[in-house]
């Protein structure tokens, strides 16, 4: 079945650490995302491909650092610059091809929970 | 800058009620609007997309509406079951291109329905 899938789904980072986590999509989407989730507050959107080797920012991008090399695979690494990385990660995807079938509608992985000791 | 809020932040009812969750945006100027179903400790599942062309979206017991010139947009959940409670989010998509890809989240109504 096609999804997005999101590894691991639990981490533990000692403070200093970088950690890289995964996100795998077989829906051939064209648009990748990532946002992090904080109790009390909506998603906030990390990073976001529009396209394979291209990725822009979103608004909450520092200490955070990603790659698209291939359609599929959008991995985002917390870095040791993130000051409070303890969060609930979402990576997402949609397609860019607009028409009657395809609206832009927003798939979402499991997510991955990222705990600093 | 767009906001979005919802309301109520939380809610708690007995099975059968049905249920209206409130969406409110403050620019009107949107492309679509969706609304998604967040269990604990999981990822969003896409319930409902309504472009901004279009008043109204149903999908089973679920009908969600949009008024863009109110900035509003409401959830209705038919004859609630103990299986509908998870958090419900909707999440507007900025501009009026479909190039302009962000979204932007409101925080969520947490809804309880007790047998």
């Known amino acids: 079945d096609g999804g997005i899938t999101q590894s691991p789904k639990y981490l533990f980072r000692k403070e200093g650490q970088n950690v890289t986590l995964s996100c795998e999509q077989n829906l051939n989407h064209d648009a990748m995302y990532w946002y992090r989730q904080d109790p009390g507050q909506g998603l906030r959107l990390i990073y976001y491909?529009?396209?394979?080797?291209?990725?822009q920012k979103g608004d909450i991008a520092e200490g955070y650092s990603v790659s698209r090399e291939k359609k599929e695979s959008f991995p985002l690494t917390v870095t040791s610059a993130q000051k409070n990385p303890t969060a609930f990660y979402l990576c997402?995807?949609?397609?860019?091809?607009?028409?009657?079938?395809?609206?832009?509608?927003?798939?979402f992985g499991e997510g991955s929970r990222l705990t600093v000791l | 800058k767009q906001e979005v809020t919802q309301i109520p932040a939380a809610l708690s009812v007995p099975e059968g009620e049905n249920l209206v969750l409130n969406c409110s945006f403050t620019d009107s100027a949107i492309y679509n609007l969706q609304w998604f179903r967040q269990d604990p400790g999981k990822g969003l599942t896409s319930l409902l997309l309504i472009q901004s062309s279009q008043r109204e979206q149903t999908s089973g017991r679920l009908n969600a509406s949009l008024d863009k010139s109110s900035g509003r947009s409401t959830l209705y959940i038919a004859a609630s079951q103990p299986g509908d409670s998870a958090t419900y989010l909707c999440?507007?998509?900025?501009?009026?291109?479909?190039?302009?890809?962000?979204?932007?989240f409101g925080t969520g109504t947490r809804l309880q329905v007790f047998p």
């Open positions: 997402a995807s949609s397609t860019r091809r607009f028409n009657q079938k395809n609206t832009g509608e927003l798939f």
């Open positions: 491909s529009q396209i394979v080797n291209d990725f």
């Open positions: 999440a507007v998509k900025k501009g009026r291109s479909y190039n302009t890809d962000k979204l932007i």
